[in-house]
């Protein structure tokens, strides 16, 4: 039997909400097999991140090598890369074997309990060498206004972000509304350089949204591998993790991970 495959070049969350783990359970719900380049191990659960190591740059590369060569990639998302070496050697490998049209962006900075998830200098080199070679890159409401330098508290605050990070060179983008004021949370601003849409879904009354941005863009990543165009695979991508957070498992003293496999969870 064959299946699509899909990479995450991104960290691991002990707690399992977030970062690879959320991504691969995403493409496994997605039927579509999924492959990691481990980035960094953070000691995390769902009050904060206590702890993070780095994997070397190399030890990235060597990862992407292995799988590119042998399985073969139809859909990439890159989410916490944490410094400079380790997205030079991303940067490198995505341009050696011409993954571009495969790859969105997470530029993941902040993690939603506040601890920082890149390092200072690492956002430059995200931001001028990585972002560029994407098809699509879905920043949250504080990254997309380190990447803009703007402040964002409006819609409209929001779409200019949004243009301002498109002149970076990535195809498309997505402002995610997860941390907008209430009237804006669950509202997504697509802008691709011609079309803009506002994504629009209910607000979900939840405390447990731990992992919504790494859902989203592992979604993404999965509905590319299995051939849908960018912007339905966003839509669609938006509809699933709107259910999984209906579906968000109330664990831990903090956020709880959003539910991946919603219609398993419904009876047990
Ligand atoms: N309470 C909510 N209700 C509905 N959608 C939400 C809610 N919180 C976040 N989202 C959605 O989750 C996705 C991830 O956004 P966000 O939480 O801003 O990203 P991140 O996890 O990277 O901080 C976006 O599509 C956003 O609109
Ligand atoms: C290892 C790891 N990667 C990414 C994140 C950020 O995850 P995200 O989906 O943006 O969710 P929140 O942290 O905002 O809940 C992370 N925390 N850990």
Known sequence: MSCPTALTIAGSDSGGGA????DLRTFAFHRVHGMSALTCVTAQNTVGVQQVDALSPEMVAAQIDSVISDLGVQGIKTG????????????????????????????????????QLIDDLAVEVLSQ??????????????????????????????????????????????????????????VDVWFDGEDWEILK???VETKNNHGTGCTLSAAIAANIALGNHLKSSVEKSKQYLTTALEYALDLGKGSGPVGHFFPLNQDS
């Open 201 to 203: 879904t209910k607000n």
């Open 80 to 115: 916490m890369l944490l410094n400079q070496g380790i997205i030079e050697a991303t940067v490198r490998q995505i341009e050696n074997y011409e993954l571009q049209p495969y790859l969105v962006v997470d530029p993941v900075m902040v993690s939603r309990s506040g601890a």
């Open 19 to 22: 970062g690879i783990q959320a």
């Open 129 to 186: 060498h990585l972002v560029p070679l994407a098809i699509l890159v879905t920043p949250n409401r504080y990254e997309a206004q380190i990447l803009s330098g703007q402040e964002i508290n409006t819609l409209e605050e929001m779409k200019k972000a949004a243009a301002i990070i498109h002149e970076k060179g990535a195809k498309a983008v997505l402002v995610k509304g997860g941390a907008m004021p209430q009237e804006l949370r669950g």
